[in-house]
């Protein structure tokens, strides 16, 4: 069943395609548009709840942009993402709901970022299907680039965001070293398990001393050994600990990223 038809403008292939892949799991229907006025078009005359449009100069297309808000109606929504530029002080006045959100060009911004930013406010508008709601212990806020724990609020930098936001739609799945290096750096050419292994792990390290109360014994960010990470949201005893080693060791013979010991005859 269809929660209905977002309008999508992204000039951008791979993160285009990212979010019609995301609006089709949470049962929307997608027309992506290329520019600002095919937008108002179908904004004029299609029934579209929620729009979603990312801009890279508000002044060239201000009178468009002015165009467009004076389209839409009050049972819209309107997400818009601004590349390296401030929301306009004076928007162009608009009776739908409109979210400005600076931004910058993917070169620089992770497209996992974008993705989160967008997720979570369709989480708070009640435009997607709610998520599964995880004790309040650990609360993600990618729009504010913060963890919250228990009662504390941790501040994240942008590549700190970027793995904690990726382990966290993983579910409790091994991530390995090769997919958080290649996460982070998308025109990495290293393939060496311990090269890899020394680029993730500093990273790691700093978000451990973020969210761990004791970093030596973790609690949520766990490390299976020559594979990867994993982010278990209730936390388990101190990966120290025989619960916890034979559970990543046996998930991640599960996933294949180990072999499963050989019993002699």
């Given at each position: 069943m269809q929660r209905g038809v977002a309008l999508l403008l992204e000039p951008d292939h791979t993160r285009r395609i990212n979010l019609i892949h995301t609006l089709h799991q949470w049962y929307w229907a997608v027309l992506s548009v290329s520019d600002l006025d095919r937008a108002t078009h179908f904004a004029q005359h299609c029934v579209v709840p929620l729009c979603i449009l990312h801009l890279s100069d508000l002044g060239y297309i201000s009178a468009t942009l002015s165009r467009f808000l004076a389209t839409v109606s009050a049972d819209q929504t309107v997400i818009m993402l601004v590349d390296d530029a401030p929301a306009p002080l004076h928007p162009p006045p608009s009776v739908a709901q409109v979210l400005w959100l600076p931004t910058t060009p993917m070169a620089i911004t992770p497209d996992?970022?974008?993705?989160?930013?967008?997720?979570?406010?369709?989480?708070?508008?009640?435009?997607?299907?709610?998520?599964?709601?995880?004790?309040?212990?650990?609360?993600?806020?990618?729009?504010?680039?913060?963890?919250?724990?228990?009662?504390?609020?941790?501040?994240?930098?942008?590549?700190?965001?970027?793995?904690?936001?990726?382990?966290?739609?993983?579910?409790?799945?091994?991530?390995?070293?090769?997919?958080?290096?290649?996460?982070?750096?998308?025109?990495?050419?290293?393939?060496?398990?311990?090269?890899?292994?020394?680029?993730?792990?500093?990273?790691?390290?700093?978000?451990?001393?973020?969210?761990?109360?004791?970093?030596?014994?973790?609690?949520?960010?766990?490390?299976?050994?020559?594979?990867?990470?994993r982010l278990v949201i209730a936390p388990l005893e101190p990966a120290g600990s025989r619960q916890v080693e034979s559970m990543v060791t046996g998930e991640a013979m599960h996933d294949g990223a180990i072999p499963e010991p050989q019993v002699a005859s």
């Open positions: 996992t970022t974008i993705l989160a930013t967008v997720r979570e406010l369709a989480y708070r508008l009640d435009l997607v299907p709610a998520p599964y709601q995880h004790p309040p212990r650990f609360r993600l806020d990618p729009i504010q680039k913060r963890v919250q724990l228990d009662d504390q609020v941790i501040s994240l930098s942008e590549s700190e965001l970027t793995i904690l936001d990726y382990l966290y739609q993983a579910h409790g799945r091994i991530c390995t070293f090769l997919e958080l290096a290649q996460l982070l750096y998308p025109r990495l050419h290293v393939y060496d398990t311990d090269e890899l292994r020394r680029l993730i792990g500093s990273r790691m390290q700093r978000l451990r001393r973020k969210l761990e109360a004791d970093p030596a014994t973790p609690r949520y960010l766990h490390l299976v050994r020559g594979v990867g990470f």
